[in-house]
């Protein structure tokens, strides 16, 4: 069985720093995908930035520039580096596995920006 946990998130001031890790246990292979999206109320998830098998990244606009996305292997972890924090980017935030073709989610980590 493969559990995916976050954690990382809490509360921040704007223009501060959060890192968001996620671990993936259980049984592992097959990883081909791992992603970070985040979600408000009302609205979708979000799709923030994924990291493919092969190491290929990418990002999404709206965090490019601020948010970088990294792993690592012998961890079994994923991370979010999240620079100069606005208030609009308070959401719960969400990762995603892809392994042997099916997705596994996490409960999601609150982050809160404000003063």
């Known amino acids: 069985q493969v559990q995916v946990v976050e954690s990382g998130g809490g509360l921040v001031q704007p223009g501060g720093s959060l890192r968001l890790s996620c671990a993936v246990s259980?049984?592992?292979?097959?990883?081909?995908?791992m992603g970070w999206y985040r979600q408000t109320p009302g609205k979708q998830r979000e799709f923030l930035a994924h990291i493919r098998a092969s190491g290929s990244i990418y990002l999404a606009d709206s965090v490019k520039g601020r948010f970088t996305i990294s792993r690592e292997n012998a961890k079994n972890t994923v991370y979010l580096q999240m620079n100069s924090l606005k208030p609009e980017d308070t959401a719960v935030y969400f990762c995603?596995?892809?392994?042997?073709?099916?997705?596994?989610w996490g409960q999601g980590t609150q982050v809160t920006v404000s003063s």
């Open positions: 995603k596995w892809m392994l042997q073709g099916r997705v596994y």
């Open positions: 259980g049984s592992i292979f097959g990883i081909s995908f």
